[in-house]
């Protein structure tokens, strides 16, 4: 397993205690009954990822989040996720929530893409958000009982 934080031309946050993410996520795949091969997290700003959803999306706008799935296996997780810390930043600030809070959401949002689920239909949303949730709480039952 390889858990990898890549921070380019951005400062590393505050608060990210690599060994407790990378903990939340290998529990985060395992509870979807998937293994992590390789996760590559690759934080920037706006402009970094705008680039990145040109070039590979062919899309022109501003996301927060971009993932690419390197596996062929179902069950194996290897991926490379950009985030774009100016949109999770922006993200918190209209949702009145914490950045960390934001960040663990958007970093979860790419696994469960990986396990399947989705996000175009309204239904589908739903979904991903509860998902999103239920992350967010395994996140902070694993940053408080471990030191």
Do not use: C
Request: charged share 25%; proline share 1%; no cysteine.
């Amino acid at each position: 397993m390889n858990i990898l934080f890549h921070f380019e031309e951005i400062n590393r946050p505050y608060f990210f205690k690599s060994r407790k993410i990378k903990l939340w996520l290998t529990q985060l795949a395992t509870s979807y009954h998937k293994t992590i091969e390789s996760i590559n997290y690759i934080f920037l700003n706006d402009e970094g990822l705008l680039a990145i959803n040109k070039e590979y999306l062919n899309h022109d706008y501003y996301t927060d989040i971009i993932t690419f799935n390197n596996s062929d296996d179902k069950n194996i997780l290897s991926t490379d996720i950009y985030i774009s810390i100016d949109r999770v930043k922006d993200n918190a600030q209209q949702l009145n929530i914490a950045y960390q809070e934001e960040l663990i959401r958007v970093m979860a949002h790419g696994v469960l893409h990986l396990v399947g689920f989705k996000d175009k239909t309204k239904q589908a949303q739903i979904e991903m958000r509860q998902a999103e949730n239920k992350a967010i709480q395994l996140f902070e039952h694993i940053k408080n009982a471990t030191t």
